[in-house]
């Protein structure tokens, strides 16, 4: 089913038509989600979302971008939305552990499984991931939508509401600092042996 008729049906309440929405777009949202939090857990609540939102909304989608577009936008939202709570609720903690609160709780995994990731390769993936945590947000974005997700630079540019050569300067300067993280880490971890 193309797009544009799904987008139709969607706006007038089909069921099907959701259910296809799902099928057909539930991996690529969880995906990109499970990229930016590095949670199971979090990124299936939060994918949940995403299609609650999608259902409300979808009156209000004009078809001036592609569906895909929309849709990565209302996820990234939703992902980065969700880390802005977890370092408030991460700051919150540590407050309280300075005036004898509650102990702060764990908020990053030690063990993030990535869908896509082989098994042999899971070790090497999450430093990768505790890399991409530390880039700037857009930088962050942009390398996650072209490395895990395969959008090309014009559709990142399309998702992000930026220029095509502002997301060639963000891949520049993520790649050049997550080579700068993975070198210091590298360099550590060999010290530390």
Same mark, same amino acid.
């Given at each position: 089913?193309?797009?544009?008729?799904?987008?139709?049906?969607?706006?007038?309440?089909?069921?099907?038509?959701?259910?296809?929405?799902?099928?057909? *777009?539930?991996?690529?949202?969880?995906?990109?989600?499970?990229?930016?939090?590095?949670?199971?857990?979090?990124?299936?609540?939060?994918?949940?979302? &995403?299609?609650?939102?999608?259902?409300?909304?979808?009156?209000?989608? !004009?078809?001036?971008?592609?569906?895909?577009? *929309?849709?990565?936008?209302?996820?990234?939202?939703?992902?980065?939305?969700?880390? !802005?709570? #977890?370092?408030?609720?991460?700051?919150?903690?540590?407050?309280?552990?300075?005036?004898?609160?509650?102990?702060?709780?764990?908020?990053?995994?030690?063990?993030?499984?990535?869908?896509? &990731?082989?098994?042999?390769?899971?070790?090497?993936?999450?430093?990768?991931?505790?890399?991409? #945590?530390?880039?700037?947000? !857009?930088?962050?974005?942009?390398?996650?939508?072209? !490395?895990?997700?395969?959008?090309?630079?014009?559709?990142?540019?399309?998702?992000?509401?930026?220029?095509?050569?502002? &997301?060639?300067?963000?891949?520049?300067?993520? #790649?050049?600092?997550?080579?700068?993280?993975?070198?210091?880490?590298?360099?550590?971890?060999?010290?530390?042996?």
């Amino acid at each position: 089913m193309n797009q544009p008729e799904l987008v139709e049906q969607l706006q007038r309440g089909e069921a099907s038509a959701f259910r296809k929405l799902v099928d057909e *777009w539930q991996d690529m949202v969880y995906n990109t989600v499970v990229s930016i939090v590095q949670d199971p857990d979090d990124a299936d609540d939060i994918t949940q979302e &995403v299609f609650v939102q999608v259902y409300q909304s979808v009156s209000s989608f !004009k078809g001036e971008s592609k569906f895909s577009t *929309w849709l990565y936008r209302i996820a990234l939202s939703k992902a980065l939305d969700h880390e !802005k709570k #977890k370092r408030r609720k991460k700051r919150f903690g540590f407050v309280q552990s300075l005036f004898g609160g509650h102990e702060e709780e764990q908020l990053h995994p030690v063990d993030f499984d990535h869908p896509g &990731v082989q098994l042999e390769k899971k070790e090497k993936a999450a430093v990768l991931f505790n890399a991409l #945590k530390q880039l700037p947000e !857009k930088q962050r974005i942009a390398f996650t939508l072209h !490395k895990l997700e395969g959008q090309g630079y014009q559709e990142i540019a399309e998702i992000m509401h930026t220029t095509l050569y502002a &997301v060639e300067s963000l891949m520049g300067r993520a #790649k050049a600092n997550l080579k700068k993280i993975l070198d210091d880490y590298y360099h550590k971890n060999l010290a530390d042996h």
